[in-house]
Nanobody, 114 residues
Framework: QVQLVESGGGLVQPGGSLRLSCAAS????????MGWYRQAPGKQRELVAA??????NYADSVKDRFTISRDNVKITVYLQMNSLKPEDTAVYCC?????????WGQGTQVTVSS
């Protein structure tokens, strides 16, 4: 069973940056989308950013601050987060969608606080 392994979360001050990585532990075929979601305490999970082919889309709250990218050879998806705000505090989970499969990471905590 392929697993998604996330890294890069942690504690950062407002205005700081973090880079999240999510790597598949094995081969995944027929991938059509990769993305990052987040869930803050007491809130519903929301889509932060997604990449489908060469197209990307972002939640309005993170546009111009976050950048999603992918490495197809390594089957890895990244999320570069700049100008972080306290409201970005959440558990971030990666997701890879392939034909017939939907993979999720275990989640990594991002805390933005002074």
């Amino acid at each position: 069973q392929v697993q998604l392994v996330e890294s890069g979360g942690g504690l950062v001050q407002p205005g700081g940056s973090l880079r999240l990585s999510c790597a598949a532990s094995g081969s995944i075929f027929n991938i059509y989308a990769m993305g990052w979601y987040r869930q803050a305490p007491g809130k519903q999970r929301e889509l932060v950013a997604a990449i489908t082919g060469s197209k990307t889309n972002y939640a309005d709250s993170v546009k111009d601050r976050f950048t999603i990218s992918r490495d197809n050879v390594k089957i890895t998806v990244y999320l570069q987060m700049n100008s972080l705000k306290p409201e970005d505090t959440a558990v971030y989970c990666c997701n890879i969608k392939a034909v017939g499969y939907d993979y999720w990471g275990q989640g990594t905590q991002v805390t933005v606080s002074s």
